[in-house]
T-cell receptor, first 113, second 112 residues
């Protein structure tokens, strides 16, 4: 079974530039998550989708971050404009709708300089 | 609220030593509990889980028991290897909301 796919794996951008990350969840998983993991910290939930609807985006900095999951399958997370403090690993994860196990991708490593 | 507190790191051990990484939680309701592992340069991998009180999760020689009375889920391994060097995260799943809350992680280094 294919896992959660993410791209790009690594990205370096200058502050005030924009960046987009893509995620394809495990087939059949209705719930998709984006987490932000800053170096030395545990992952923090940014946004949670159920199919193509947003369930929780309370921790998403909406002035610069946006995410969509238009067809209820793959998803894109965008940052515009980026700040230095956005340097982190962006982890995509997915689960069955009522599943109690969440599976993570390998992450997209962002460095803002 | 819901939160997870892990043992402060980093932890450095010699090969074949006994490992314990402490994890305690605060939660409303009855969460499921997880340990995830992150090897250098990689994403999070599920190591083990327990879904109800007194359940024991185990995998790759690691074990953790869901202790409701002490709100704990400590990770143990009887004999660690160099390949176990990684960052370990304890997490709880908020039932109903279906989202994970993580501890801050514990970096483990095993020396040969």
């Amino acid at each position: 079974e294919a896992g959660v796919a993410q791209s790009p794996r690594y990205k370096i951008i200058e502050k005030r530039q924009s960046v987009a990350f893509w995620c394809n969840p495990i087939s059949g998983h209705a719930t998709l998550y984006w987490y932000q993991q800053i170096l030395g910290q545990g992952p923090k939930l940014l946004i949670q989708f159920q199919n193509n609807g947003v369930v929780d985006d309370s921790q998403l900095p909406k002035d610069r971050f946006s995410a969509e999951r238009l067809k209820g399958v793959d998803s894109t997370l965008k940052i515009q404009p980026a700040k230095l403090e956005d340097s982190a690993v962006y982890l995509c994860a997915s689960s069955f709708e009522r599943g109690n196990t969440i599976y993570f991708g390998e992450g997209s490593w962002l460095t803002v300089v | 609220g819901n939160s997870v507190t892990q043992m402060e790191g980093p932890v450095t051990l010699s090969e074949e030593a006994f490992l314990t990484i402490n994890c305690t939680y605060t939660a409303t309701g009855y969460p499921s509990l997880f340990w995830y592992v992150q090897y250098p340069g990689e994403g999070l991998q599920l190591l083990l889980k327990a879904t109800k009180a007194d359940d024991k999760g185990s995998n790759k020689g690691f074990e953790a028991t869901y202790r409701k009375e002490t709100t704990s889920f400590h990770l143990e391994k009887g004999s660690v290897q160099v390949s176990d060097s990684a960052v370990y995260f304890c997490a709880l799943l908020i039932q109903g909301a279906q989202k994970l809350v993580f501890g801050q992680g514990t970096r483990l280094t095993i020396n040969p």
